[in-house]
Structure formats: C-alpha cells, structure tokens
C-alpha cells in the first residue's frame, strides 16, 4: 500500500493505493503554506500502513539535487523535499511535478493507455506537458523536460495579423504560455477584438460562429500548431491527452489536432485527444509514479 497526495497551495488531498491507477477513499486537509514540521505531521497523518509515499505537486523538482520551486508553499521551497520527507516519515517518497503526474495517469489509466510514447499537454492556467515512454517518466535537465510552454518562439505576424509577443512570468518574451493559456487566449481577444470576455465565451463564440471569435481562436491555432507539431516530431509521442481548462473544450482540441496533424511529418489525426482521467488525475499520477519508483 502506498500513501498518495496531490498537494495544492491551500488543500492537500490524500489517499491509499493499493495498486498502480487505484485510489481508496480522498481525505483532505488544508495545506501548512509555512511550517515543514506541521505539513510533515499531516502528510504522516494520512500515511498510516504506508509502505512508502508518492507526491503530486505543482513546482520544479530538480532530478540532480532533488530541491523544489514552489513559489505558493513557502516551507518546501529551496528543500530537498523527498529526502527530508522521507527522514521525517520513515518511509522512501518520490515526488512528481502536478504535469508530470497528468501525462503519467493518461499513459497509465487514460486516453494515451498502451501507447509506448506519450506527451502530455496542459491547456489552463499555464501551457504544459510531460513526456513518458515506456510508461516512464522522462524528467531531463532540471527537471523541465516537457515543459514546451516556454521559450521565445511565439509568431508575430499569424495569419498576416500583427500579435504582441508577451512578456511570458519566467521572464521571457514570446513563450506559449503567455498566450496560449485560458488567460493568454483572453489577452489575445482583446488585441484583435477590443472584447474583454473569458475563455470560456471566447470558445463558445467561436463555436456558434461569432467573427470575432473566429478570427481569435484561428490566430491561437495558427500560434500554437506549429510549435507543437514540431515537439511531437522530436519526441515521435502516438498520443498526447490534453488537460487543463482549454481541454474541456472537445472541438477546441479536435481542431488543434487537426492543424498539427496538417504541420507534422506524421500527419495522422486523432493523436491529440481529450485527457479521460477528469477526476484526481494528480493522484492517479503519483500512484502510477510511486508504484513505478518505490516498488
């Protein structure tokens, strides 16, 4: 049995795992944002009968040093969190980055079930991914493999419109992830429409014809396609699941799938998919991790 958590900055959630993929009942408990000893204590607290303990969390964890960046749980910040977890509790812990964690449930459990080489993409808050092969993750230099959201290659010019390249929050200009994001895709509107409206209305405008609409989610298209047909073409993934709040729009990611399928090398459609695991994809992730790791 492992203990498992998908640990936020106001709410750590937690359960057993009896085997890979399989969750008991979810405890929940708020998150000590500031003191390591009471965060260890309520982690121990759910951990009962453990064998040892797999993490979810949303930060950088680096592979050589093992040290975290979370900005929004200061006491785990600059720690090596798996080793000093693993001194408080007694048990071995492995951590996994919350994307990381999605594209290991999707390659585990969900939509990229079976496939040797699978990438999975974040659409929400932020623009990320995960690379797993062999249902393995693949976590590379500082732990930033599959981070494909960032790095100054943003189109200026898409489809002829002039398109600022945005000042992305790792401090570059250009990166996917301050405009293809539910919040860039808003940013973008409101450039070619003048129209303050949510991500949300934006996709629905779209789908039910509204110009302006069109002309924006088009233009995202036209952004995004191309940056991720490339990446596919390096990592050759047979499925990449997509998640995150863009993700829950069905025909937003069937037309993504089709504009990369127009600009990759292998121009099969029906590789980028709708993720399947909507619920407690971050626990369902670190029972795979754990399992895979500790066990």
Do not use: Y
Request: aromatic share 4%.
């Amino acid at each position: 049995m492992l203990a498992i958590f998908d640990i936020g900055g106001t709410r750590i959630r937690g359960t057993l795992s009896p085997a890979p993929g399989q969750l008991g009942p979810v405890n929940e408990a708020p998150t000590p944002r500031d003191d390591f000893n009471a965060f260890a204590t309520v982690l121990a607290g759910m951990s009962a009968g453990a064998r040892g303990v797999a993490i979810s969390i949303a930060g950088c964890i680096d592979p050589e040093t093992g040290r975290m960046r979370i900005a929004n749980i200061p006491c785990l910040d600059g720690r090596a969190l798996a080793e000093d977890l693993a001194a408080e509790l007694g048990l071995p812990v492995w951590i996994g980055n919350d994307a990381d964690c999605f594209a290991l449930a999707e390659a585990g459990s969900g939509a990229a079930r079976g496939h040797r080489t699978v990438f999975g993409v974040i659409l929400g808050t932020g623009v990320g991914g995960g690379l797993v092969i062999d249902r393995r993750l693949v976590t590379g230099a500082g732990g930033f493999a599959g981070e494909w959201g960032h790095g100054p290659v943003q189109d200026s010019r898409p489809l002829g419109r002039d398109v600022p390249r945005m000042t992305c929050g790792c401090g570059q200009v250009g990166c996917l992830d301050a405009i293809g994001s539910a919040r860039g895709i808003e940013k973008l509107h409101r450039h070619l429409s003048g129209q303050s409206l949510r991500s949300e209305e934006i996709v629905a405008g779209w789908q039910s014809g509204a110009a302006a609409a069109a002309e924006t989610v088009a233009i995202w298209l036209e952004i995004m396609a191309g940056p991720l047909a490339m990446v596919l073409n390096v990592v050759g993934a047979t499925a990449v699941p997509v998640g995150g709040g863009l993700g829950r729009a069905l025909p937003l990611v069937a037309a993504l799938d089709k504009a990369v399928a127009a600009r990759r090398l292998w121009p099969q459609e029906g590789v980028i998919r709708p993720a399947a695991l909507t619920v407690e994809p971050g626990l369902i992730g670190a029972s795979h991790g754990g399992w895979g790791a500790l066990c």
